[in-house]
């Protein structure tokens, strides 16, 4: 084993629940592999992604800054030009950041052409790609509709599925994510009638064993060291997966919808927007999870086999003795509970991820196996990976902290009493028929070890759970007197969060301090009326050269 | 007159006074030609500067933008690479910013060598500095002492007094700001015991005068459209003038010291420690005022001398009748009031400031000669220059409001209920001495029509004024019970400002609202179990081109 992890392999699925995971608690899902990192690493299990939506959430990842903070807040919001991400700090630690797969990035464009930055050159791709170098870049959503495509990049995906005799327009869609129905019809993924027949695909060309083959094919072409983002698409919807995974799973492994008829009484008017949205409205509906929760459980379990897999070559290459990895999710699906679907509120099972990190070094032997509850931020990822690759954190830029101490089985001094999540909802018909401004149409959720707090803005109230007597979350306690204080509490830290100087990004925290005082010392002579003010030193150069009166 | 003003003079002073003006109220200042300018346009009584400091207050006039947006908190903060600037604005709608003087702007050199920008290049000069076009740069400061000199820039001032007979190695401290006493020894004017000595160069060679004649060549040589920002060094510190300004005015020109014993008593914790620097002891002491405010007088009317000088080659070119015209300063100059000397805090002498706007077009006929008493801050020229130039203010970027109704004599349908201001005072010595963190060293004022409240991080207590009963500021409220509920208020007020989406600056709000509920034309359906629940046309790229299921 090495001192210390060369390589990190940034393991990312998309829209997997924290609790969709054997290690995790799910009693019907199997899922070893993972289960086996989590024997060698640390689980965190109150791990908080930034924003429950997969672009603001993977923004703040990359960047290890809080959506507040990046701005970009919501799927479609560009990252701005100047952001730095996790790949512009590990290249000051000579660590190449190689993505594979998908990170709903949206480029700058405009802030591209003001700074003159060719989307070809080396910098302008990098800036394009959320600071990463690209391997294979592929997000999985190719939507086709009457206004057009959703998503105008090229599908490396699409590329691969043709190149082997996939032969429709859009095979992504036709065949990884439709089925065939008896008479040979296409059926497609996107409707969840369809989520229980196998895709329309042979199981190793579908998009999770892609992935893994590529990032094998990485591993096998890079030395080292290399930060790499895998970067799966699932098992985000379209909800279908191909045979066996399709019929793995049926009713009985369906788990009662956390739900309770009370979040309908005096519901905030956000989150009754939300249960009455097209996608709230289907999730209640038992047929739909009954077809789409045992697709979802296969997904992940393609997840997991594809997990040995991989596991299985880096062991065979050696790279399990100098890799830290990592598995986690840009946040969770709700699957019905709270009479919803999807993600975007700040119910656990959207915006709470699983987190497991494994580090192959001997500083980390005391804590393999162990599961750590302190509150854990995605943010946190960004610290963490730069002080294992041998860096300092700049705590002025990034604003999430190492985990090492808990990978190392110590307790940090301090740790943040609260985590922080945000969603922006001003880019959907909520905000609309809500009649809220775009600058209103924004949550925040606070979280410490008893309590969730979630602000609206807009003039709504807010909501309140008490996580220990209602771990559910099921009973707003804001919809009636009696928790004023601790919503006031939960209002004050907000807004000293909301305050922090996160744009203060140019000036290192020690620079600060090393600089206090120092301009005297540069003839800056504040304050001074006559030479017994100051030191003789500082007057020198002020004696003058010359005393000539010139012209 | 043209229909619309085509050029904008953007005239900053430094350091200047809101009340050491005629207009403005001064007793023994005699400015007609700023005061000619007030009664051609509107003078703003209520005029607030983002940050009393001249980094921080610069940098938010420029970009339109707030200093917890922007991060360039006080001097020295480089202005990250991303920025938009009030260049970068008006650049869209094809006029050209130029700068004359100071900026005090300091490059993000980090952040321009991560994205591969020279600064020989035109976008990276201007990047370089702020997004003004350089005519003339010349921040003023060229201060030396044993670690070196305080600004590392070429300084075109020093460059002119060479070439036209001043020998010194400095000429901008040994003529500009120094004299030569009796026997003809230098007499620096860093010490303030030098104030009333006439400057060791020729008036019209001193930096005022200079930078006018600069501008007047600026004029002459661009036919427009353009904005010119001339941004004088004076009437900051070093206090010394040319004569015969430096005999203008003595003892009895001096106005009675707005300070009060009482201030002394169970004073803030920061405001205490200000008090203390080596600053505010200086001006406490009557040999001190009695130097340097004589000296800054003749400064300022030196100023006025060159405005008048300079608003007649407007009038002689014709550029009165297309140019609009602005005065207005980076911050005030406390000058022994409150106990304090320079700026730095949130008293009216410090962070108020004149401000002064001539639009020759016949829209403005209304308000020529009016004052305005609406709570104006300085982020609010970019967006009247915008607007001022046929733009439309990108809301999601700049902060600020136009000023066109009041310039038009119209009362906007809705205005801001109170100003902002901040001080960053992490990067000085009084931030050490109270055992602050950098993170922590940080004042947020918030000001409306009656009351003045400022929070301080770092555990602190708040002030609070009652500018109705003590419009002298000399008595915090907030030392006592008494006043909690305005507290309170200024409290929520500062939290909803702070979590305002300022960084969410890649989609314009417009955008945002057309935006809603498009990506299900555009092929990602959500929610829906079968065709019934959704529109024919939707489907249609999904029902496959072909069925084929391949290799």
């Known amino acids: 084993m090495a001192q210390r992890a060369k390589n990190i392999l940034f393991i990312m699925f998309d829209q997997l629940r924290f609790d969709y995971l054997s290690c995790g608690g799910h009693p019907h899902l199997d899922t070893p592999h993972i289960d086996w990192l989590a024997t060698q690493g640390v689980r965190f299990t109150r791990a908080y992604v930034q924003s429950p939506v997969c672009g603001a959430s993977r923004m703040s990842t990359y960047t290890g800054r809080y959506v507040h903070s990046h701005g970009a807040a919501w799927n479609g919001f560009p990252l701005k030009v100047g952001e730095m991400t996790l790949g512009d700090h590990l290249r000051t630690l000579d660590v190449p950041s190689w993505l594979i797969g998908k990170t709903h990035m949206r480029v700058d464009a405009a802030g591209m052409a003001r700074l003159g930055l060719s989307p070809d050159s080396v910098i302008g791709a990098r800036v394009s790609e959320c600071g990463f ?10 939507g086709e509709g009457p206004d057009g495509v959703y998503d105008t990049q090229r599908s490396p995906y699409n590329e691969y599925l043709k190149g082997i005799g996939y032969n429709a327009p859009n095979p992504w869609h036709d065949n990884a994510n439709s089925a065939l129905d008896e008479d040979g019809a296409l059926r497609s993924g996107w409707l969840m009638e369809n989520a229980d027949r196998p895709a329309n695909i042979r199981e190793e060309h579908s998009e999770t064993p892609w992935l893994t083959s590529r990032a094998m094919a990485f591993v096998d072409a890079h030395a080292g060291p290399w930060l790499c983002h895998l970067s799966y698409i699932k098992p985000h919807w379209p909800y279908i ?5 399709h019929a793995m799973y049926g009713r009985d492994h369906i788990l009662p919808a956390q739900r309770d008829e009370r979040e309908h009484d005096d519901a905030h008017p956000v989150y009754a927007a939300f249960m009455d949205n097209v996608i709230g409205r289907a999730f209640r509906r038992d047929e739909v999870r009954e077809r789409v929760i045992p697709a979802y459980m296969g997904l992940i379990k393609q997840c997991d086999d594809q997990m040995g897999r991989l596991f299985a070559h880096l062991r065979a290459t050696g790279r399990l003795e100098d890799t830290m990895i990592v598995v986690t999710s840009d946040h969770g699906d709700y699957l019905g509970d709270h009479w919803l679907g999807e993600k975007d509120l700040f119910h656990d099972p959207s915006v709470k991820v699983p987190l497991i990190i494994y580090d192959p070094s001997p500083m980390a032997a005391a804590a393999r196996g162990t599961t750590c509850d302190a509150l854990v931020e995605s943010i946190d990822l960004a610290a963490t990976f730069i002080e294992t690759l041998g860096g300092k954190v700049p705590d002025h830029i990034v604003e999430g902290r190492s985990l090492r101490p808990f990978l190392e089985g110590r307790t940090p001094d301090t740790w943040r009493a609260f985590a922080v999540s945000e969603y922006d909802y001003s880019l959907t018909p909520m905000a ?7 600058a209103d149409a924004r949550l925040f959720m606070i979280v410490d070890q008893r309590w969730k707090f979630v602000h609206a803005e807009g003039g709504f109230r807010p909501m309140l759970f008490d996580l220990d007597a209602d771990p559910d979350e099921l009973d707003d306690l804001a919809r009636r007197p009696g928790h004023e204080e601790i919503i006031e509490l939960m209002q004050q830290r907000l807004a000293a969060w909301a305050r922090r100087p996160a744009q203060r990004t140019t000036l290192a925290n020690d620079e600060i301090i090393a600089r206090r005082g120092k301009s005297r010392r540069k003839g800056i002579l504040l304050g001074a009326f ?6 003789d030193e500082l007057m020198v150069r002020y004696r003058g050269g010359s005393s000539d009166e010139a012209s």
């Open 133 to 142: 170098d690209v391997f294979e870049r592929e997000d999985g959503l190719w």
């Open 241 to 245: 997966v191909p045979a066996p995974y």
């Open 432 to 438: 609309g028929r809500l009649g809220v401004s775009p």
């Open 530 to 535: 006559d030479e017994s003010d100051v030191d």
